[in-house]
């Protein structure tokens, strides 16, 4: 086994499947912050994501009118900008979800006929 070749594959499949993830956690209509978002992720989905790859994915997400973010006033401490999903957000990542749902029947088919 390539250790090397399969730690960059894992890299990339998680890099390629965050848009997806982020938008499908979104679809539930409630509102995360991006601390909150980051372990809800890693909650789901047990990927390990940093702030610095997360804000940069919701700023594309923002500028694609599929995420939209508003900044909501704190008791304590600094505003909080929170990020919820747009209809055109809800409309793509159900399209999303239908290839990944084909996708993944077809490697599953794949992978058991091995």
């Not at 304590?76 to 029947?105: A, D, H, V």
């Amino acid at each position: 086994m390539n250790k090397e070749f399969i730690d960059k594959w894992i890299s990339q499949l998680k890099k390629g499947s965050l848009s997806f993830v982020v938008l499908g956690i979104l679809a539930y209509d409630r509102e995360y912050y991006g601390y909150d978002l980051i372990q809800e992720v890693k909650k789901k989905t047990a990927i390990d994501i940093a702030e610095g790859t997360l804000y940069p994915l919701l700023i594309r997400l923002k500028n694609e009118g599929l995420v939209e973010s508003n900044w909501v006033p704190q008791e304590t401490g600094i505003p909080r900008k929170y990020y919820k999903i747009t209809k055109e957000g809800q409309s793509t990542f159900l399209e999303m979800r239908t290839y990944w749902t084909s996708l993944n029947q077809h490697l599953t088919t794949l992978t058991h006929a091995l």
